[in-house]
C-alpha cells in the first residue's frame, strides 16, 4: 500500500513539474525589453569582451609593479672547465766541490678546477621599472579607454537587441490584431451567407447572391488562415529574438499605442548625440588609439630597469657565478630602421579612423531620427484627413 502512496506522489509530482514548465509565458513590452537585454547572445558576448578589457587593465597594472622570478636551469658540459698549467723545470744549481752540480726535476701543477661538469642553477630575480617615458601609464590609459569603449558597446548590444525584441512584439500584437480582424469579417461573411440562404428559400433573393456568399466565405477563410500564419510566424519570431523554446506557450498583452504628440526635434538630436551608446564606444576608442600614440612614442625615451638576483643554490656554481648582484639596466633604441616612427604613423592612422567612424555614426543618427518624426507626421496627417478621402494603408515595421 506504501508503495501504491510512493508511486502516486512522484505521478502528481512529475505532472506538476510538466505543467509548471507548460505554463504559458506572459509578455508585455517591459518583460520583452528585460528578457531581450539579459538573454541576447550579442550582449552576452559584449560582455565578455568587456570582461577581457578589464583584465587587460590588470595586465598593464602588473608591469607597474615589476616582477620576480624564479629560475632553475640544470648544464652538463662536455667536460670539466679547468686551467692547465706548464710545468715549470728549474735549472741545475752548482754547488762547490765536493757536491758539484744539483738538477731538480720539473715541477707539475696540478689543473685548478673552474666549474664542475654537472652545473645547477637555482636563480632567484627582481625586475622594477623605474623610468619608461610614461609608456606604462600612457598604457594604463589605453586600456582603460579599451574598457569605457566595450562597457558602451554593451549598452549598444542591449539597446539593439531591446529594439529588435520590441519590433518582433509589436509585431506580433500586429499579426494578432489583424487575426482578429480576419475571424470576425468571416463571422460576419458567414452570417450573411446564412441570411442569403434564408431569403433565397423565401424567394426573396436569386441562388446567385448565395453562389456569390459562399464564393466570399471561402476567400475569407483562406484570408483567417493566411494570417493566423502570420501571426504564429511572428510568434516563432519573438520566441526566437527572446531565445525561448519553440513550443513554449506564450501570452501577449498590451495593445498598439501612438505617441499623444511629435517630439521636438532639436531636443531629441541633442539627446541622441548626447546619449548613443555607439558614439560613446567610438569616443573611447578615439581616446584609446591616442594614448596608444603615446606609448609608443614614450618607447623611443630611455628605459630604466633596477635588477636584482641571488642564487638558492649555491653548492655546485662554477667560480665565475656570482652568488648574488644588484644593479641598473639601461637602454635606449639609437637605430631601429624606422619601426617606431612606423608604429607611431599606424596610430595616429587609427585616430583618424576612429574620428571619421563616429562623424559618420552621428550623421547616420540624425538621419534615422529625422526620418522617423517624418515618418510620424505623415501617418497622422494620413489619419487626420475626413471620411471619404483616400489615403494609403499603414505600413509597419
Same mark, same amino acid.
Given at each position: ?59 598593464? !597594472? ?49 689543473? +685548478? ?38 562597457? $558602451? ?8 537587441? +531591446? ?26 461573411? %458567414?452570417?450573411?451567407?446564412?441570411? &442569403? ?36 510566424? $511572428? ?45 560613446? &564606444? ?13 606609448? %609608443? ?32 639596466? $639601461? ?23 576612429? %574620428? ?22 505623415? &501617418? !497622422?496627417?494620413?489619419?487626420? !484627413? ?12
Amino acid at each position: 500500500m506504501s508503495r501504491v502512496i510512493c508511486l502516486a506522489l512522484l505521478l502528481a509530482l512529475i505532472a506538476s513539474c510538466v505543467s509548471a514548465d507548460q505554463a504559458p509565458v506572459t509578455l508585455d513590452l517591459q518583460s520583452v525589453a528585460k528578457m531581450a537585454g539579459e538573454r541576447s547572445l550579442s550582449v552576452l558576448s559584449a560582455k565578455s569582451d568587456a570582461l577581457s578589457a578589464r583584465q587587460a587593465v590588470r595586465e598593464v !597594472r602588473g608591469y607597474q609593479q615589476g616582477s620576480i622570478q624564479l629560475k632553475a636551469e640544470y648544464l652538463y658540459l662536455d667536460d670539466i672547465i679547468s686551467t692547465e698549467t706548464p710545468a715549470i723545470t728549474i735549472p741545475g744549481i752548482t754547488l762547490p766541490a765536493p757536491i758539484g752540480t744539483i738538477s731538480l726535476p720539473a715541477i707539475s701543477i696540478p689543473p +685548478v678546477e673552474l666549474a664542475p661538469r654537472d652545473l645547477i642553477h637555482v636563480k632567484l630575480q627582481a625586475g622594477y621599472p623605474l623610468y619608461t617615458g610614461g609608456k606604462i601609464s600612457y598604457g594604463i590609459g589605453q586600456a582603460k579607454h579599451g574598457v569605457a569603449a566595450r562597457d $558602451a558597446l554593451v549598452d549598444d548590444s542591449v539597446a539593439a537587441s +531591446v529594439e529588435q525584441c520590441v519590433d518582433l512584439y509589436i509585431g506580433a500584437i500586429l499579426a494578432r490584431e489583424v487575426a482578429q480582424v480576419n475571424r470576425e469579417a468571416l463571422n460576419a461573411y %458567414e452570417e450573411h451567407l446564412d441570411q &442569403a440562404r434564408k431569403a433565397m428559400s423565401a424567394g426573396v433573393v436569386a441562388e446567385y447572391d448565395v453562389v456569390r456568399a459562399e464564393s466570399a466565405v471561402k476567400d475569407q477563410e483562406k484570408r483567417v488562415t493566411d494570417a493566423q500564419n502570420q501571426f504564429d510566424l $511572428a510568434m516563432l519570431a519573438l520566441r526566437t529574438g527572446l531565445r525561448m523554446p519553440d513550443d513554449q506557450q506564450v501570452e501577449l498583452q498590451g495593445a498598439l499605442f501612438e505617441i499623444e504628440h511629435n517630439p521636438d526635434r532639436e531636443s531629441v538630436l541633442r539627446q541622441a548625440s548626447d546619449t548613443n551608446s555607439a558614439l560613446r &564606444a567610438l569616443e573611447q576608442k578615439r581616446l584609446a588609439a591616442e594614448a596608444g600614440r603615446r606609448v %609608443e612614442q614614450a618607447s623611443g625615451k630611455p628605459q630604466v630597469l633596477l635588477i636584482a638576483q641571488t642564487e638558492l643554490a649555491r653548492g655546485n656554481l662554477s667560480q665565475t657565478d656570482p652568488k648574488w648582484f644588484v644593479g641598473v639596466d $639601461a637602454s635606449f633604441d639609437l637605430f631601429d630602421g624606422g619601426v617606431r616612427n612606423a608604429r607611431i604613423a599606424q596610430r595616429e592612422s587609427d585616430v583618424t579612423r576612429a %574620428e571619421l567612424e563616429r562623424e559618420e555614426v552621428a550623421d547616420q543618427i540624425k538621419l534615422g531620427i529625422r526620418s522617423a518624426l517624418l515618418d510620424m507626421e505623415s &501617418a !497622422r496627417s494620413g489619419r487626420s !484627413r475626413p471620411r471619404g478621402t483616400r489615403r494609403s494603408s499603414p505600413v509597419t515595421r
